[in-house]
T-cell receptor, first 114, second 112 residues
């Protein structure tokens, strides 16, 4: 989607290794989010950020950490990847936190942990 | 968390209107109603959102019941490209902002 880029698009990693996914935006939006999507569960919120260095946990935050040192970048780190973290990860941005405007989602990162 | 209830699936014919229902009986006075759709192998796409009044945009219309306990997304003329999973979501207030908590959505099929 225009204005939001996720990298990498696909990744295969081994159990126990750290992995970092990057979300980059060019919209200067204050709010950024990480979701994961699994069959039968829909999208679940992992972490979100409401400003530089301001982050908070979502519904499924165990095993994940995030950092936001610049407005444009929101990093998701799997500290020690497990097979249960095999999923499709989506980043989203919002200008107003869902009040006056909607969210814009990235194209996703497909992560496989073997 | 405020929950929404949607039918698992619906079918429509191409070029006919589609009405996608959503029940949200536990909605609070400040919850916004959002609709997103997701095409296969893509991220969710914003469709429309509203608070109390009906809303229209180039993609769809949102009709909100007077008591706000239900809403309907209206696609005025379905096309094959509208085949997707449609999510009705209430803004969830966690921390200092609203977050979106997704349900399982309605899978819309469009027949030529």
């Amino acid at each position: 989607d225009a204005g939001i880029t996720q990298s990498p698009r696909h990744k295969v990693t081994e159990t126990g290794t750290p992995v970092t996914l990057r979300c980059h935006q060019t919209e200067n939006h204050r709010y950024m989010y990480w979701y994961r999507q699994d069959p039968g569960h829909g999208l679940r919120l992992i972490h979100y950020s409401y400003g530089v260095k301001d982050t908070d946990k979502g519904e499924v935050s165990d095993g994940y950490s995030v950092s936001r040192s610049k407005t444009e970048d929101f990093l998701l780190t799997l500290e020690s990847a497990t097979s249960s973290q095999t999923s499709v990860y989506f980043c989203a941005i919002s200008e107003s936190g869902g009040f006056n405007y909607g969210y814009t989602f990235g194209s996703g990162t497909r992560l496989t942990v073997v | 968390d405020a929950k929404t209830t949607q039918p698992n699936s619906m079918e429509s014919n191409e070029e006919e209107p589609v009405h996608l229902p959503c029940n949200h009986s536990t909605i609070s006075g400040t919850d916004y109603i959002h609709w997103y759709r997701q095409l296969p192998s893509q991220g969710p796409e914003y469709v429309i959102h509203g608070l109390t009044s009906n809303v229209n945009n180039r993609m769809a219309s949102l009709a909100i019941a007077e008591d706000r306990k239900s809403s309907t997304l209206i696609l005025h003329r379905a096309t094959l490209r509208d085949a997707a999973v449609y999510y009705c979501i209430l803004t969830y207030y966690g921390g200092s902002q609203g977050n979106l908590i997704f349900g399982k959505g309605t899978k819309l099929s469009v027949k030529p």
